[in-house]
């Protein structure tokens, strides 16, 4: 009886342990894919901490992050449906394996803010994504152990259309996100937000008091610290600051904004964000490295911009001399100023990309491959639904993004189970039918 007992509690233990292990993976999975850009961002951000930038190209950190969403994906999704019970728990054993000791060295050193386990969805401190993954090792420790005792949601026959049906969804999804911006936007400057109010801090209490962090490198590691622990080693240099009212821990959500013209150096930000009207910004993070194969779609733009005299400005953290490189290879007549590259990062995923503010209001925004042409722009922006801050609903791409995948999982899961409900239904008719001739 005992030993029933027991063996009962570890097939829960070993299920909700594989349970927790899915929903983890899946999640992770799923918002890196979501962003394969900013994951590749973040890798670099470990490259440069670890010395690697060097010997590791930008694309290889792209095909290396896209690798890593479509593999905890398929984890998280195997693990829920119960299949591959012998690959799947061992493999995801050797990743928390890996995982949590680089982890305790993140939190220990802390080389980046954070590790990006879950893209911008969820930031976690890096002291908080050991303890996950610690749990997570024991989770997988004990799916392992207990591979055996892994209930199946699904017949050996229906693994491989599952198998491929995630694979081919998540593979797509990555794909999508690469080339027209994430479908989840969980950065600052989403549709919808207003940069004017987002630049502001919160409206201080009576008893608050604002205090200036400082951000520092030293042989690539970053630290931060305080006013009163700033350090007098002249080894450590100056990256950047960050303004937090004491106590509540308030700060603006976004701090780094700030544009100045190229030529000129003047200062363009308030006229921006303030403008009561519409103003096209073309975003260039690295133009050395940017897609020149719509230039002819941007100067079109332009050209629109000068008819109806809506402001147009590219952002661009290059110097100048790749500035007049840009123009001399496309036939850029428009102005540039000088932004922050993390900034111009986390404005649009795409080198280039475009963005259309209304009244300082994303009002939109496209990748280099989406830029709107004269079909769609063909008449003043207040006359066309182009114009309009377009809706961010989240609910609405949640259900889109589960009916693609878990509707055609349960119908995967229905069929599966008609059949067997068909097989039982012949095998049953066939014995009747030799019993009757005996």
Known sequence: MESKTLHIVAIVWVNLCRLLLAGV??????????????????????????????????????????????????????????????????????????????????????????????????????????????????????????????????????????????????????????????????????????????????????????????????EGVRREFAAEEYPEDSTWSLVDTRLVVKGEDKRAVIQDFSMTLSDTEEDLTELVVQDTGYVFLLVAYQLESADDGYADLVNDLYDYCLEYGYPFYALTASGNSQIELWCDKTGAEYPFCHVDDITLKTMVRSNPGLILLKNGVVANKWSCRAIPDDFELTEPLQNIDLGEVQSYSVIRKITISVLWFVGSLILIFLLDHIGRLWTRFHNKAREKGEEGGL
């Open 25 to 218: 993976f899946i999640f992770s999975g799923f918002v890196k894919a979501n962003d394969p850009l900013g994951f590749m961002y973040k890798l670099s951000d470990y490259a440069h901490a670890f010395r690697l930038s060097e010997y590791i190209s930008d694309n290889m950190l792209l095909l290396l992050g896209v690798f890593i969403s479509i593999l905890e994906f398929l984890l998280g999704v195997y693990l829920l449906f119960g299949i591959h019970r012998r690959i799947v728990p061992f493999v995801s054993f050797i990743m928390m394996l890996i995982m949590t000791p680089l982890t305790l060295y993140l939190a220990l050193k802390n080389p980046v803010s954070d590790c990006g386990c879950f893209g911008d969805a969820v930031v976690l401190s890096n002291w908080e994504t050991f303890i996950k993954n610690a749990i997570l090792l024991v989770a997988s420790i004990s799916v392992w152990w207990g591979r055996e005792l892994i209930s199946r949601w699904i017949t050996p026959r229906g693994e491989w259309l599952v198998s491929w049906n995630a694979a081919l969804y998540i593979c797509c999804f990555a794909y999508y996100c690469f080339l027209y911006l994430p479908v989840f936007d969980f950065r600052p400057y989403r549709i919808g937000t207003n940069i004017r109010e987002s630049m502001q801090l919160p409206e201080e209490d009576e008893d608050s008091a604002f205090e200036t962090f400082f951000i520092m490198e030293r």
